[in-house]
């Protein structure tokens, strides 16, 4: 019974570091959608979901992965999109995939012809896969399984790309996602909410595309440290913005 409980225990761990933007990540999008709502769309999320605040459950679609009833919607958190290409549904996993099933949620919370828990979960979901849309290398090559399969070393650790581009180099900065949050949202003007909430989903996907030749600048021995988070970090914080106002501009035109 222990063994099996550590086997589940450790499978979750590796799961829940392969995919998204890391807890802290998928929380400042969250938050920051959350300063953003309108009144009727924070107070019809409060319904949904009670004491939970959207940036408590931007993890959730990452967390069921230790339940294999969930096993559809593992590929649900990426999409392939090849270099020179646009969006092509006929190359992604037939399970789905993140921006096809994004645009699915949006449309099922939008028409309202599904039951409270279905709802619910939904709303779950779009809170992660719009920060998933945001995180450049879920939006892959189909060469790398989105940088997986790049092993590189982060300050002497050995890892992989996506691992470093989800969370090692935002934890590096030790905030918390409150602090991170609050800080990005100085920079939320007027004007650049009306834009980031004007470009639509295929503009998301292109911006992932034209950031990957610089996500890919490694050095020949694949030894990051400062340098590589120096000049990526200030990247990883416009997607982070972008995510956030984006979810919230999405969830008042749902919750209108």
């Known amino acids: 019974m222990k063994k099996s409980f550590l086997t589940a225990f450790l499978v979750g761990v590796i799961v829940l570091n392969s995919f998204g933007w890391g807890l802290t990540?998928?929380?400042?999008?969250?938050?920051?959608?959350?300063?953003?709502?309108?009144?009727?769309?924070?107070?019809?999320?409060?319904?949904?979901l009670g004491p939970e605040s959207l940036a408590m459950v931007a993890n959730w679609m990452d967390e069921i992965k230790s339940d294999p009833s969930y096993n559809r919607l593992n590929s649900w958190h990426y999409l392939t999109v090849k270099t020179g290409q646009s969006y092509d549904p006929s190359i992604q996993e037939k399970s789905g995939d993140a921006y096809g099933k994004t645009k699915m949620i949006i449309a099922a919370l939008k028409n309202g012809e599904i039951d409270r828990e279905e709802k619910k979960a939904y709303l779950k979901m779009l809170v992660h896969l719009v920060g998933d849309l945001h995180q450049p290398l879920h939006v892959g090559t189909g060469d790398d399984r989105g940088g997986n399969d790049a092993k590189?070393?982060?300050?002497?650790?050995?890892?992989?790309?996506?691992?470093?581009?989800?969370?090692?180099?935002?934890?590096?900065k030790n905030l918390s996602y409150t602090e991170l949050s609050q800080h990005l949202n100085r920079r939320a003007t007027k004007s650049l909410i009306l834009e980031y909430q004007n470009n639509p989903m295929e503009d998301w996907l292109q911006e992932a595309v034209d950031l990957r030749p610089i996500i890919y600048d490694l050095p020949d021995n694949k030894r990051l440290s400062y340098s590589y988070g120096y000049h990526t970090y200030p990247i990883i914080e416009t997607r982070l913005l972008a995510g956030g106002i984006r979810l919230a501009g999405i969830l008042n035109d749902i919750f209108k």
């Open 25 to 48: 990540g998928h929380r400042v999008v969250g938050e920051i959608a959350s300063y953003h709502l309108s009144k009727k769309a924070a107070k019809s999320i409060e319904e949904l």
């Open 152 to 172: 590189v070393t982060y300050f002497n650790q050995n890892t992989n790309l996506h691992t470093v581009w989800d969370s090692k180099i935002i934890d590096g």
